[in-house]
């Protein structure tokens, strides 16, 4: 079964920068699965951040465009999330999604989060 744990969180001023990890269990299911950066605030829904195939093509949510970068190190079973010039509306829970299809059937896995929170 897979694992995810993420780190990197904490408390940052405005305009700072954090970057967070990803850390997954099982190599080569991490490999050929799409990773996922979802950020939930206090008393809302769950969205996303950012994502990356397997192959390595990106999105980004339009709240995070230009200022986040999302990326994978395949042989460390690891994504990170780089965050710059970071506002308060980016305080958050965020969370690791690790998802794709094996053997034609779905898997879909999240970890923990971890806190960051912008403010002066």
């Known amino acids: 079964q897979v694992q995810l744990v993420e780190s990197g969180g904490g408390l940052v001023q405005p305009g700072g920068s954090l970057r967070l990890s990803c850390a997954a269990s099982?190599?080569?299911?991490?490999?050929?699965?799409?990773v996922g950066w979802y950020r939930q605030s206090v008393g809302k829904q769950r969205e996303l951040v950012a994502d990356?195939?397997?192959?390595?093509?990106?999105n980004y949510a339009d709240s995070g465009k230009g200022r986040f970068t999302i990326s994978r190190d395949n042989a460390k079973n690891t994504a990170y999330l780089q965050m710059n010039s970071l506002k308060p509306e980016d305080t958050a829970v965020y969370y690791c999604?690790?998802?794709?299809?094996?053997?034609?059937?779905?898997?879909?896995?999240w970890g923990q989060g971890t806190q960051v929170t912008v403010s002066s």
């Open positions: 999604n690790l998802q794709g299809r094996i053997v034609s059937k779905n898997y879909n896995y």
């Open positions: 990356i195939t397997s192959g390595g093509i990106t």
């Open positions: 099982g190599s080569l299911l991490f490999s050929i699965s799409s």
